[in-house]
Each structure stands twice: as structure tokens, then as C-alpha cells.
């Protein structure tokens, strides 16, 4: 995290962190026609609130739940730590700003 502000190249570091976070899921996403990037987005910005993702999200909490699992296992991750969400929640904001 700390290394997008030392950097001479913040812009390089920046596609290095996203590449280090959630890339793995985003090229699932294009390979599979699927959108768990979006899903992790506003499963995140819902701050882990399962409820409230899967009424943002128009699906069933169960299915939610499927596609967090999924995710998870995409990415070795385990969505429950807080710092794993906020490395990736900053990982998909890098992303809009290098990409």
C-alpha cells in the first residue's frame, strides 16, 4: 500500500498494486462474461454488509454468499479480515485510476 506514494513512478506502482489484488478477478470476469469484480465492489462499499450488497445487487443473499465463496477462492483470500478488504477495495480504486 505504502509503495504508491514513495514511488518516482506512482503510475507504475499503481498497476503493480492492482495486479497484486484484484486483476486475478477481473480477467475471470472477461474470461467467463461474469461480474464478481463488480459484485466485490459493492459487496465492499456495502462494508461486508451481505444484506445490503445482495438488495444493491438485485439477488438473493444466498447467491451473494456463492459469489463471495467464489471470489474468495479466485483470489486466496479470506473476505472476513478487514485489512484484506481494504487492500482490495483500494486495489479496485487503483484500477479505475491506472487502467
Known sequence: FYQLF???KPEDEGKAYYR???AKLVEYDLRHRTSLAHTLEVFLGS???K???AAKLFVHRN???RQ???IEEL???DLNDKEVR???QLGLKVRHLVL
Request: hydrophobic letters at 35%.
Open 63 to 65: 447467491t451473494l454468499s
Open 47 to 49: 462494508y461486508g454488509n
Open 51 to 53: 444484506k445490503e450488497a
Open 20 to 22: 497484486g489484488t484484484v
Open 86 to 88: 481494504f487492500r482490495l
Open 68 to 70: 463471495i465463496k467464489k
Open 75 to 77: 483470489l486466496g483470500v
Open 6 to 8: 514513495r514511488s518516482p
